[in-house]
């Protein structure tokens, strides 16, 4: 039997500040050639740092909704909580973590996803001392209480030390699994499946 297709068309993959998001371009290419799907890509500020939005464009095949972009940021949000079926923050820092666990919406991303009605993946890439701090646990259980999905860490390479050490943000692999079975449980559920509250959105499901 076919395994069940993706729930929805338009996955938004938002990526943050963290070494993972160097590997952006390479999630890019498996959510278009392997799963099929239109990706798109939103970047926060310390992203921009990391990876290439032209990269990210080139393969996308659309420009990148980013601080720095042609777009103003007001737009810019609204395009794409109108334009994504789901959002997969990947990779999602701590920082980020704290910001969408306690509604802090002070820039693209975080404006981005406090806008939209989507389901949202988040695949964290912490430290050990970030992943061990209360604060960060608190942020977590509180994110997974008001219904984001959340992708475990994974064992993987301290970009510091070269030592092997929890924390690492999940393989795409692993995480578009995961984002395929929270979309699946979601609509099960007969949750709101896309757009958010701009009025440019347009929604499926
Ligand atoms: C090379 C590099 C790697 C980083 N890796 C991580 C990481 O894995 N997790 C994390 O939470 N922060 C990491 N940071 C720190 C974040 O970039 C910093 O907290 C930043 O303020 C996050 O901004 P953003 O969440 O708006 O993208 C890293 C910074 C640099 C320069």
Redesign the pocket.
Known sequence: MPAPAFPVRRVLLAG?????VSMLPAWVFWVRHHLHLEARVAL????E??VSPKALAALSGHRVWCESGDVEPEIAHMEAVGWAEAILVV?A????IGKLANGIAD?L?TTIVAASRCPVVLVP???PA?QSKPATQRNLRQLAEDGYGLVPTMTGVQ?SDSTLSEGAAADPATALAYLKRFLQEHSAGGGDNGGGDSGTGARSG
């Not at 943050?16 to 993972?20: L, N």
Request: aromatic fraction near 0%; glycine fraction near 8%; charge should be negative.
């Open positions: 943050t500040g963290a070494i993972g926060t500020c310390h992203a740092a990391l990779p820092t701590a920082n980020v820039d991303v890439s912490l430290t970030m970009v």
